[in-house]
């Protein structure tokens, strides 16, 4: 069984920084496929950033280019979002997945198999 938790969500000023880790653990396969989406009140859940199994190639959504940076340790099964120039509009649930199917960064939720709990990120004004 599968298992992500993810950590390092909180409260920041608009113009922060804070770095989201998800450890994964239950891993049978080789290396997954991992993303990061987020959810904030009321709206539908949205792709945040991607990380592909092999290559490391990375995908971000308009919205987040140039302020977030997706990474991971696979020594270690963990996932990163390093989130820079935060805005209040960042504000939201954030929650890592892992997929297999796909080699590529998927920007699909439904794509993915495993889900963490979600952190809270909170920017305010």
């Known amino acids: 069984q599968v298992l992500l938790v993810e950590s390092g969500g909180g409260l920041v000023q608009a113009g922060g920084s804070l770095r989201l880790s998800c450890a994964a653990s239950?891993?049978?396969?080789?290396?997954?496929?991992m993303a990061w989406f987020r959810q904030a009140p009321g709206e539908e859940r949205e792709f945040v950033a991607a990380?592909?199994?092999?290559?490391?190639?990375?995908s971000y959504a308009d919205s987040v280019k140039g302020r977030f940076t997706v990474s991971r340790d696979n020594a270690k099964n963990t996932l990163f979002l390093q989130m820079n120039s935060l805005k209040p509009e960042d504000t939201a649930v954030y929650y890592c997945a892992a997929q297999y199917l796909y080699v590529e960064p998927l920007k699909s939720a439904a794509g993915y198999a495993y889900w963490g709990q979600g952190t809270q990120v909170t920017v305010s004004s």
């Open positions: 990380i592909g199994r092999i290559s490391g190639s990375t």
């Open positions: 239950g891993l049978t396969f080789s290396t997954p496929a």
